[in-house]
Antibody, heavy 123, light 108 residues
Framework: QVQLVQSGAEVKKPGASVKVSCEAS????????MHWVRQTPGQGLEWMGI????????DCAQKFQGRITMTRDTSSSTVYLELTSLRSEDTALYYC????????????????WGQGTLVTVSS | SYELTQPPSVSVSPGQTARITCSGD??????AYWYQQKPGQAPVVVRY???ERPSGIPERFSGSSSGTTVTLTISGVQAEDEADYYC???????????FGGGTKLTVL
């Protein structure tokens, strides 16, 4: 069965960086794009970006350009999200979510989600 | 920036029909997807491509599309359907993903 297991909660100070991991299992890792979506406390969902595990290519929301890095390790079927220059508004639950469609073209919709990683930014 | 607009809340009694709308300029040309999120849980997809139902999702969840508005319809609402519902689509470029603000469904 498909599982996405994310790393544990983080507490960071403003200006710091955070790196969140998402380990995939139960399917062929390279066949499905992976997304990052965040949810601020009591608020809605916000798409951050997408990575193609096959070749490492990425795309991200304009809001995060310059602050976000998405990478993957095919040997461990893990994708990573790094967000820099953290501010209090980045306090959120960060999810990885698998793209629904296999192959080179992502549908940009989601079928499986990780459990979420809470990142708290506080001085 | 592209926007998907949902009503903040919808309330229905058990057994009634709930309709949750989502409006966006690109929806006539781009598919919409619907996710259900219960407190403390990750979202779960309940409708694909405007009107397809994923396996395991009850038949009472249906979807439709008309112009710039897509609608999630829950027929015979049950208490367990109480949750936040989000629509999701992409903008006209096809690159960027957007979510609606979410609709809290309350079962009275």
């Amino acid at each position: 069965q498909v599982q996405l297991v994310q790393s544990g909660a983080e507490v960071k100070k403003p200006g710091a960086s955070v790196k969140v991991s998402c380990e995939a299992s139960g399917y062929t890792f390279s066949n499905y794009h992976m997304h990052w979506v965040r949810q601020t406390p009591g608020q809605g969902l916000e798409w951050m970006g997408i990575i193609n595990p096959s070749d490492g290519s990425t795309d991200c929301a304009q809001k995060f350009q310059g602050r976000i890095t998405m990478t993957r390790d095919t040997s461990s079927s893990t994708v990573y999200l790094e967000l820099t220059s953290l501010r209090s508004e980045d306090t959120a639950l960060y999810y990885c979510a698998r793209d629904r469609d296999a192959g080179t073209t992502a549908s940009r919709s989601f079928d499986f989600w990780g459990q979420g990683t809470l990142v708290t930014v506080s001085s | 920036s592209y926007e998907l607009t949902q009503p903040p809340s919808v309330s229905v009694s058990p057994g009634q029909t709930a309709r949750i709308t989502c409006s966006g300029d690109a929806l006539p040309k781009k598919y919409a997807y619907w996710y259900q999120q219960k407190p403390g849980q990750a979202p779960v997809v309940v409708r694909y491509k405007d009107s397809e139902r994923p396996s395991g999702i009850p038949e009472r969840f249906s979807g439709s599309s008309s112009g710039t508005t897509v609608t999630l319809t829950i027929s015979g609402v049950q208490a367990e359907d109480e949750a936040d519902y989000y629509c999701q689509s992409i903008d006209s470029s096809g690159l960027y993903v957007f979510f609606g603000g979410g609709t809290k469904l309350t079962v009275l």
